[in-house]
Structure formats: structure tokens, C-alpha cells
């Protein structure tokens, strides 16, 4: 089956991309620009804490050199409106879905990237982009989690949507250090009603507690987790997981989709180990906020239509 769907208007330049940055995790704190991470919904000081988390994300997380690095705090004031942006075409396959694992960062779906069968184009993308994997972001509590922010405003959680330019590299492990060899769709998890679709995600958690463990899936649609609107912002960013390179064009859906508290707490059952190791609950796995620098955020949407109403 597939699915099309047009996820608003973008024209992308890759002009402005920046050297890779390389292997990062554990090099001293030499970045001077740092962003604290604030929000107006929780205390911000304890989200900063990730004692809890994965040693991945303790802080001060930086890339010596980088300037492209995500995630970010989205400004709306300060995001540009481009109206040259042409219509994002999504078009997934649910025969295309493989499995569930446990990274060890976070629970993955991983998809067969082997034909063109799932896929996005058009919006800032020059070529048509293969979907590789989907995965999430979360937080110990309900109040924070994602990566990205939107004025200062964490969401509980964050997905994303990992897809790569086939027409330019021959596989995914090439464009994660090519430029702009990545576009991720990232799109914000907020409290409320029961999400069906997520469901059956939920549901094979238990089989991947651990790391390493992996299950099977049978024919998944991934568009069912997007939201209905389609407006997004744009920017060109980096891999917030290593090896942190700068090859992603991010595209960050407006409209957070909804989902059961009950949902949420499921994610908090996996685990960071693997079996025979210390149990540490799967929390926090997100990166900490970057600067901006020298970047400007795109929307697809009209700054007087942002009905930022949180
Ligand atoms: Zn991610």
C-alpha cells in the first residue's frame, strides 16, 4: 500500500554546508557555545539533569568546529517564511517495515531501503530521499524529552523519520557523511488522546527491553504517524546521535500528534543495557540543545498563520 501525502512548500539550497564534523563523544569541552536548554513548561533545571540518561547525552555535549549541529530551539519570530518552497511529497510502503530493535540510545524501526519503495521528496530536497528508520526521543517525566524545542517549549517526545539521498550515495552509511545526505522529519509527541497506529509500535516493546534485542514487524505504515497539518520549519542541521555529522536537512512538523500517557510510559520500559548488565531505564535520550550560529530556520508557512497557541 502506499500512501501520498503533501507536507507543505520548500525549496532547499545546499550551498551553505559545512566540513563533517568527526567522531566527537568524549572530546573535551572546548565549544564556547553552549545553549542552556530553557522551556516555559517544566523545571528546566532538572531536565538538564540527565543522571538518569544514557552517558550519550550527559553535557557538555559539543563538536570541536561544528556549526551545523542539532538539535536547536526554534524560534518562531525569528524563522523565515520562504515561499519559494515547493510541496514535500511523503510516500511509504507498510511492506517496507523490517523490524524493532533497541539501539541502545532508543527503540528503532527499521525499513528496507533497497528500492525506492518508501520515501519522501520535493519541500527543501533537491532528490528523492529512501525512509531508512524511524525512532524517538523521550524524557523521564511527561513534562520534557524532545530534542528540538519551539520557543523555549519542550514536547514530551520527539520522532523522527530518517531518510537518505540514494540518488547521490550508494548506501545510507555514505550519506550520513555526505553533504546533505540526510533529511529527517521530526515530528513533536504531546499528551492526549490514545494514538492507535503507535499502538502496535507499543505493543513489541516488551520483546526489545534490551539492548541488542530485535523483533520482527509485519507491514507498518508510517505516515499514520504524521500529524494532519503539514506546515514545518526547515534548517540544515547534523545527526544528534554519533557520528553527529552535518549532512541533515531537518524538517520539523508544526503540529505535534497526540498520544495516551499510558503510551508514553511504555517507552520508559526499555532499558539503556543489555541482558547481565546493571539495569538502567531508557530516559532522557535526548541531546542537548545547540546554538543556532550562523543558520536561519525556514517555514513553510506564513509567520501571521503560526497559531502558536500552546
Ligand atoms: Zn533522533
Not at 121 to 130: A, C, T, W
Not at 304 to 310: I, T
Request: with cysteine.
Amino acid at each position: 500500500m502506499l500512501r501520498t501525502l503533501v507536507l507543505g512548500r520548500s525549496l532547499w539550497k545546499s550551498s551553505d554546508f559545512s566540513v563533517s564534523v568527526k567522531q566527537m563523544w568524549g572530546t573535551p569541552r572546548s565549544h564556547p557555545l553552549r545553549p542552556e536548554r530553557r522551556c516555559s513548561q517544566g523545571p528546566c533545571v532538572q531536565r538538564n539533569q540527565t543522571d538518569t540518561g544514557h552517558p550519550l547525552w550527559k553535557g557538555p555535549v559539543c563538536v570541536p568546529g561544528g556549526t551545523r549541529q542539532s538539535p536547536i530551539n526554534i524560534r518562531c519570530r525569528d524563522s523565515v517564511y520562504d515561499p519559494r518552497l515547493k510541496p514535500l511529497m511523503v510516500s511509504y510502503a507498510a511492506e517496507s517495515c523490517l523490524y524493532v530493535w533497541n539501539t541502545g540510545y532508543f527503540f528503532q524501526v527499521e525499513f528496507d531501503d533497497s528500492t525506492e519503495g518508501s520515501g519522501i521528496s520535493g519541500g527543501p530536497l533537491e532528490n528523492h530521499y529512501r525512509l531508512k528508520q524511524l525512532h524517538l526521543h523521550w524524557g523521564a517525566v511527561d513534562t520534557w524529552g524532545s530534542e528540538h524545542t519551539v520557543d523555549d517549549r519542550a514536547y514530551p517526545a520527539e520522532l523522527h523519520l530518517v531518510h537518505w539521498d540514494a540518488a547521490r550515495y550508494r548506501s545510507y552509511k555514505e550519506a550520513v557523511l555526505g553533504e546533505s545526505g540526510l533529511a529527517v522529519i521530526g515530528v513533536f509527541l504531546q499528551l492526549g488522546a490514545h494514538h492507535e497506529p503507535l499502538q502496535k509500535l507499543v505493543e513489541v516493546l516488551p520483546e526489545v527491553k534490551h539492548k541488542g534485542a530485535q523483533v520482527a514487524m509485519g507491514p507498518f505504515q508510517p505516515s499514520c504517524l504524521l500529524p494532519a497539518c503539514r506546515d514545518y520549519w526547515t534548517y540544515p542541521g547534523s545527526l544528534t546521535t554519533p557520528p553527529l555529522t552535518e549532512s541533515v536537512t531537518w524538517i520539523i512538523l508544526k503540529e505535534p500528534v497526540q498520544v495516551a500517557r499510558n503510551q508514553l510510559a511504555s517507552f520508559r520500559t526499555l532499558l539503556f543495557s543489555a541482558p547481565g548488565e546493571e539495569e538502567k531505564a531508557m530516559v532522557n535520550n535526548y541531546r542537548p540543545l545547540q546554538a543556532l550560529m550562523n543558520r536561519k530556520v525556514r517555514s513553510s508557512f506564513r509567520p501571521m498563520e503560526e497559531g502558536m497557541r500552546f
